[in-house]
């Protein structure tokens, strides 16, 4: 394993942009933070930028493991997008807040981390790929069971990642500063903001969904309520699992669940509409609309027996919507009949 050492050329830096008070030096190089070393490969311009919470942070980075060939990771260049978070918003890999806030803007650094710093980073990374991808990062989360949860920790889907989870090491990190946003010289999106900010965005985005289904533009609704259920579901996190507060959240996100699997069923995504649902009923056998939309899904794809048991199950829940189920079970028997007949048409044509 390579042994950092710390080059003399980020002190040449230094003092050629003129920072000679021992302060500005500690800033610019984490002097006396344990399991850090930063050497600067470029220097940037002007001073060290504020970094308050709430400020956003543009930069590239490459992450490389502490062995002789410098084996690359991720590489953000390589993907074609700079990497965005912003400060204070509790991003999973807080040690990149420290390493970017010694830094000015167009500045270049090295920064090799022991594994104090590192052992979280291949979750990031995870979530970083699957962006990537053209993926959710957390979309997993969202609708697939308890087993599938479980093997979700057991492997990350990488095997990098996976044998770095296993023996987590030492890690290089080369930044590349590229802008710093104050708070109010951006429009913050849904990420970026702070758990109260998430819950009182949940019911605009919430109204918003509605609108937009009202109008018939599903697809756009259906953006909506995912965005509030990513909102609740981090936020939901950070309380204990089936205590009050979590089950408030937990009932706001599958109203938004069950919202989005509306959408879903005008957009023929029934297959989707019986995962999403059949996750929630798991979980709380008591929503009655979820066994109703689920209900309605199987119908579309002629799963009579399911449809029926789970008509059956509505009015057990709720007898209030005896009416709309009788009407469902019209349709359903209506198409059945429709299916058969095509059937026993295709045979015929066979024999």
């Not at 074609?80 to 978070?85: F, K, N, Q, S």
């Not at 936020?235 to 204990?240: A, L, P, R």
């Not at 205590?243 to 297959?271: G, I």
Request: charged share 25%; glycine share 6%; aromatic share 10%.
């Amino acid at each position: 394993m390579l042994c950092p050492t710390i080059s003399l050329v980020p002190y040449l830096f230094s003092i050629l942009q003129g920072n000679s008070k021992m302060s500005d030096l500690q800033d610019t190089f984490l002097t006396g933070l344990e399991g850090i070393k930063k050497t600067i490969l470029h220097g940037g311009s002007g001073n060290i930028p504020k970094f308050i919470t709430g400020t956003k942070v543009t930069f590239h980075f490459r992450t490389q493991l502490c062995d002789d060939e410098r084996t690359v990771i991720d590489d953000s260049k390589v993907v074609g997008t700079p990497m965005e978070i912003v400060i204070g918003n509790m991003f999973k890999l807080d040690i990149w807040e420290t390493l970017l806030s010694s830094m000015r803007i167009g500045e270049v650094a090295e920064f090799w981390c022991d594994t104090i710093h590192t052992g979280i980073y291949p979750l990031v990374s995870k979530s970083m790929r699957r962006i990537a991808e053209g993926k959710d990062p957390v979309d997993w989360q969202l609708h697939t069971c308890g087993m599938a949860n479980m093997m979700a920790y057991h492997s990350l889907g990488y095997d990098d990642l996976d044998e770095l989870m296993k023996e987590p090491r030492p890690l290089f990190f080369v930044l590349e500063l590229i802008r710093v946003q104050q708070p109010t010289e951006y429009n913050r999106e849904s990420w970026a903001l702070n758990d109260e900010e998430r819950l009182k965005a949940v019911p605009v985005l919430h109204g918003q969904g509605n609108k937009l289904y009202k109008q018939g533009r599903y697809q756009e609704a259906t953006q909506k309520y995912k965005e509030a259920i990513i909102c609740i579901k981090n936020v939901q996190t950070k309380e204990k699992a089936w205590d009050v507060p979590w089950l408030k959240l937990e009932k706001m996100a599958n109203t938004l669940t069950l919202n989005y699997c509306q959408c879903l069923l005008r957009m023929e995504e029934y297959y989707e509409v019986i995962e999403h649902t059949t996750d929630i009923i798991n979980q709380h056998p008591g929503q009655a609309k979820a066994f109703y939309l689920r209900g309605k899904a199987h119908s579309e794809v002629w799963n009579e027996a399911e449809a029926r048991q789970d008509f059956s199950r509505v009015l057990d829940l709720n007898p209030g919507m005896k009416k709309a189920v009788k009407k469902e079970l019209a349709v359903l028997s209506m198409r059945m009949e429709e299916k058969n007949q095509e059937d026993k048409n295709k045979y015929k044509g066979m024999f």
